[in-house]
């Protein structure tokens, strides 16, 4: 989307559009398209328009019915931090106190919607001139929040007592950057701000490594549904729990459970856990817990070990429920080999297989082919260490008693 398609989607005759829009359907598109430009209108108008409305059909992932009001454009929407999440981020902000939160980099305003809803002052910088401007109409419900076209290092921070920024982490060709001084600003460049602003609160990839974090900062990995969708980092009042790592995990019910470490700096080495026996079951831990380095203390939590060192599974003898991991029972184990896998799926007139690895270079969409299967039944195999060995693991899912 440009500026032109923006100020006719904002015309009163493109407003009223986008409200009389059906939910899109990729496969009605094309003829309602069609439908509306033989109606006489403008034919720049409707291609913005059923833009715009497929971009809102993807934002209800993100911002829930939030989204039917909203302006994106793509790479605002797959940059912008999910409404939930957002609410856990403004809530760091009231819970600290905060009086006039400057939020750098503000995208197109989902952060700073969920500060405005809790009633804090924001100011919303943000340094593209059209997402500040799609940001000023996502945000036009929130009188406290003032969004600003700018340059968010150069923003005057007087009368500040709290910053959040969200470093861009694309290029403009929309290629991920993992190398934080490649952030726009750089990591760096952020993390400055504290000495003027010790309340700071920054998002970063999730494959930040645990070398690369300041020492002082709380470092906090969230999941939602499973999928690990960011990495934060808080300091000061910000950080309640004090430096270190945890988990949040927002489950698909909307419940939050976090698991912390008992690390004092947030780039401490992570703890190794007890390696054991393959037993009764098998956990598979939350992403958000993998990327916090807290496998073996989750795996504490349920009385289970690993199944390898420096492998995410754990084994144990009781099935047991923990928000943080996924629970298999064991149904049998052996070597890989291609040959005996196949005769075992064989024996068993598997034809749907759900193939799980990690420590291991086979690829599942190769083995799938080489494996062939064929049958009524279905099986979930687990690639990885077993005793030091490449093995298999037949595994079924269990649903563990709260």
Same mark, same amino acid.
């Given at each position: 989307?440009?500026?032109?398609?923006?100020?006719?989607?904002?015309?009163?005759?493109?407003?009223?559009?986008?409200?009389?829009?059906?939910?899109?359907?990729?496969?009605?598109?094309?003829?309602?398209?069609?439908?509306?430009?033989?109606?006489?209108?403008?034919?720049?108008?409707?291609?913005?328009?059923?833009?715009?409305?497929?971009?809102?059909?993807?934002?209800?992932?993100?911002?829930?019915?939030?989204?039917?009001?909203?302006?994106?454009?793509?790479?605002?929407?797959?940059?912008?931090?999910?409404?939930?999440? =957002?609410?856990? *981020? +403004?809530?760091?902000?009231?819970? %600290? &106190?905060?009086?006039?939160? $400057?939020? /750098?980099?503000? #995208?197109?305003?989902?952060?700073?919607?969920?500060?405005?809803?809790?009633?804090?002052?924001?100011?919303?910088?943000?340094?593209?001139?059209?997402?500040?401007?799609?940001?000023?109409?996502?945000?036009?419900?929130?009188?406290?929040?003032?969004?600003?076209?700018?340059?968010?290092?150069?923003?005057?921070?007087?009368?500040?007592?709290?910053?959040?920024?969200?470093?861009?982490?694309?290029?403009?060709?929309?290629?991920?950057?993992?190398?934080?001084?490649?952030?726009?600003?750089?990591?760096?460049?952020?993390?400055?701000?504290?000495?003027?602003?010790?309340?700071?609160?920054?998002?970063?990839?999730?494959?930040?490594?645990?070398?690369?974090?300041? =020492?002082?900062? *709380? +470092?906090?990995?969230?999941?939602? %549904? &499973?999928?690990?969708?960011? $990495?934060? /980092?808080?300091? #000061?009042?910000?950080?309640?729990?004090?430096?270190?790592?945890?988990?949040?995990?927002?489950?698909?019910?909307?419940?939050?459970?976090?698991?912390?470490?008992?690390?004092?700096?947030?780039?401490?080495?992570?703890?190794?856990?007890?390696?054991?026996?393959?037993?009764?079951?098998?956990?598979?831990?939350?992403?958000?817990?993998?990327?916090?380095?807290?496998?073996?203390?989750?795996?504490?939590?349920?009385?289970?070990?690993?199944?390898?060192?420096?492998?995410?599974?754990?084994?144990?003898?009781?099935?047991?429920?923990?928000?943080?991991?996924?629970?298999?029972?064991?149904?049998?184990?052996?070597?890989?080999?291609?040959?005996?896998?196949?005769?075992?799926?064989?024996?068993?007139?598997?034809?749907?297989?759900?193939?799980?690895?990690?420590?291991?270079?086979?690829?599942? #969409?190769?083995?799938?082919?080489?494996?062939?299967?064929?049958?009524?039944?279905?099986?979930?195999?687990?690639?990885?260490?077993?005793?030091?060995?490449?093995?298999?693991?037949?595994?079924?899912?269990?649903?563990?008693?709260?």
């Amino acid at each position: 989307m440009d500026a032109r398609a923006l100020s006719k989607l904002l015309s009163p005759e493109g407003w009223a559009l986008l409200g009389q829009l059906p939910p899109y359907d990729e496969t009605t598109a094309l003829p309602l398209s069609s439908a509306l430009r033989d109606r006489g209108l403008d034919p720049e108008l409707v291609a913005a328009a059923m833009t715009q409305s497929r971009l809102r059909a993807k934002g209800r992932a993100k911002f829930g019915e939030f989204a039917d009001g909203m302006i994106f454009t793509q790479a605002g929407l797959e940059q912008s931090t999910r409404l939930t999440v =957002a609410a856990h *981020h +403004a809530a760091r902000f009231a819970a %600290a &106190g905060a009086t006039r939160v $400057a939020d /750098l980099g503000c #995208g197109i305003g989902g952060d700073a919607m969920a500060m405005g809803a809790l009633g804090l002052p924001v100011l919303a910088v943000e340094l593209d001139e059209l997402t500040a401007a799609v940001a000023t109409v996502n945000l036009r419900h929130f009188p406290e929040v003032t969004v600003v076209h700018g340059d968010a290092l150069a923003t005057d921070l007087d009368g500040v007592d709290a910053v959040f920024a969200d470093p861009a982490r694309r290029t403009r060709g929309g290629r991920r950057v993992f190398d934080p001084s490649a952030y726009s600003p750089s990591l760096d460049d952020v993390l400055a701000l504290r000495e003027r602003v010790p309340a700071l609160g920054l998002k970063v990839a999730p494959g930040i490594p645990h070398a690369g974090l300041p =020492a002082d900062a *709380h +470092a906090q990995w969230v999941s939602v %549904a &499973g999928d690990v969708v960011e $990495a934060g /980092l808080w300091f #000061g009042p910000l950080a309640p729990e004090g430096p270190g790592r945890s988990a949040l995990v927002l489950d698909r019910d909307g419940h939050a459970h976090r698991l912390t470490s008992e690390v004092e700096a947030a780039d401490a080495p992570v703890r190794a856990g007890q390696v054991r026996d393959l037993d009764h079951y098998l956990y598979e831990p939350d992403g958000a817990v993998i990327r916090a380095g807290l496998v073996a203390l989750a795996g504490e939590e349920v009385g289970a070990g690993l199944v390898a060192e420096s492998i995410a599974y754990l084994t144990g003898p009781r099935l047991a429920h923990t928000p943080f991991l996924s629970a298999y029972r064991v149904l049998d184990s052996f070597p890989f080999a291609l040959k005996t896998l196949r005769a075992y799926l064989r024996d068993r007139q598997v034809g749907t297989v759900t193939i799980k690895k990690r420590g291991t270079a086979v690829e599942p #969409g190769q083995l799938r082919r080489q494996l062939s299967p064929s049958g009524p039944n279905a099986a979930t195999i687990v690639l990885t260490r077993v005793a030091g060995r490449q093995s298999v693991i037949v595994v079924e899912p269990v649903a563990a008693p709260r």
